[in-house]
């Protein structure tokens, strides 16, 4: 059981007042997270001069959870601590490799879209947006990827929303960028979006 010294409690409502001006993100090991996080946390309490190591320690064990909290749960709230505890976090999480094959297998595995349907398009446009922006804050460098990415996206298209794309396209013997396939998406969703919310309206209205 994890056991606190006797500064712990003025420590604790030292940390809240502070807290007060500080939203610190949550942690909860899920590994494609870790990156935001450790950017956000770094930023507000690794960086901030004001704020001392044990107090730092306490912010950090306040915003690990899950899995994550298992690897820290042993230490105690001490200055010495706190470059113990990120350290331990940085050596499971800080892995580029994971997270690189993590974001990859999901623009891969997603399934396919149906057209029809504004969630289904918006999910499809979403996680592949994620996706690319989790590899570009890797420091990965997809200029040379994109028409490759962009492939992946047109084959998770059903056989009406390949053909919408299809009539889409302007420069039919180019190859396709990226950019043209996401806006695309971002249409469909938007005039599916706006069908549906028509049609809604509609069906609201009162009979005569």
Same mark, same amino acid.
């Given at each position: 059981?994890?056991?606190?010294?006797?500064?712990?409690? /003025?420590?604790?409502?030292?940390?809240? +007042? *502070?807290?007060?001006?500080?939203q610190?993100?949550?942690? #909860?090991?899920? @590994?494609?997270?870790?990156?935001?996080?450790?950017?956000?946390f770094?930023?507000?309490?690794?960086?901030?001069?004001?704020?001392?190591?044990?107090?730092?320690?306490?912010?950090?064990?306040?915003?690990?959870?899950?899995?994550?909290?298992?690897?820290?749960?042993?230490?105690?709230?001490?200055?010495?601590?706190?470059?113990?505890?990120?350290?331990?976090?940085k050596?499971?999480?800080?892995?580029?490799r994971?997270q690189?094959a993590?974001?990859?297998?999901?623009?891969?595995?997603? /399934?396919?879209?149906?057209?029809?349907? +504004? *969630?289904?398009?918006?999910?499809?446009?979403?996680?592949? #947006?994620?996706? @690319?922006?989790?590899?570009?804050?890797?420091?990965?460098?997809?200029?040379?990827?994109?028409?490759f990415?962009?492939?992946?996206?047109?084959?998770?298209?059903?056989?009406?929303?390949?053909?919408?794309?299809?009539?889409?396209?302007?420069?039919?013997?180019?190859?396709?960028?990226?950019d043209?396939?996401?806006?695309?998406?971002?249409?469909?969703?938007?005039?599916?979006?706006?069908?549906?919310?028509q049609?809604?309206?509609?069906?609201q209205?009162?009979?005569?």
């Amino acid at each position: 059981m994890l056991r606190y010294s006797n500064t712990v409690k /003025p420590l604790e409502r030292r940390c809240m +007042a *502070k807290l007060e001006n500080i939203q610190i993100p949550e942690f #909860n090991g899920n @590994i494609d997270e870790w990156l935001s996080f450790y950017d956000m946390f770094k930023i507000m309490v690794h960086e901030n001069e004001e704020i001392a190591n044990v107090e730092k320690m306490y912010f950090l064990k306040s915003a690990i959870k899950g899995d994550a909290k298992t690897l820290i749960r042993h230490l105690q709230i001490t200055e010495e601590n706190y470059h113990i505890a990120l350290e331990i976090l940085k050596q499971r999480y800080k892995n580029k490799r994971l997270q690189f094959a993590k974001q990859v297998d999901i623009l891969l595995d997603q /399934p396919t879209v149906d057209s029809e349907s +504004a *969630k289904s398009v918006k999910q499809l446009l979403d996680k592949t #947006n994620s996706c @690319i922006f989790a590899l570009k804050g890797m420091g990965i460098e997809l200029t040379d990827a994109e028409p490759f990415i962009a492939r992946i996206i047109i084959r998770k298209l059903d056989k009406d929303g390949l053909r919408l794309y299809e009539h889409s396209v302007k420069k039919t013997k180019e190859i396709q960028k990226l950019d043209d396939v996401l806006e695309f998406l971002e249409q469909q969703y938007q005039s599916l979006e706006a069908c549906t919310k028509q049609q809604g309206h509609k069906y609201q209205k009162k009979p005569n």
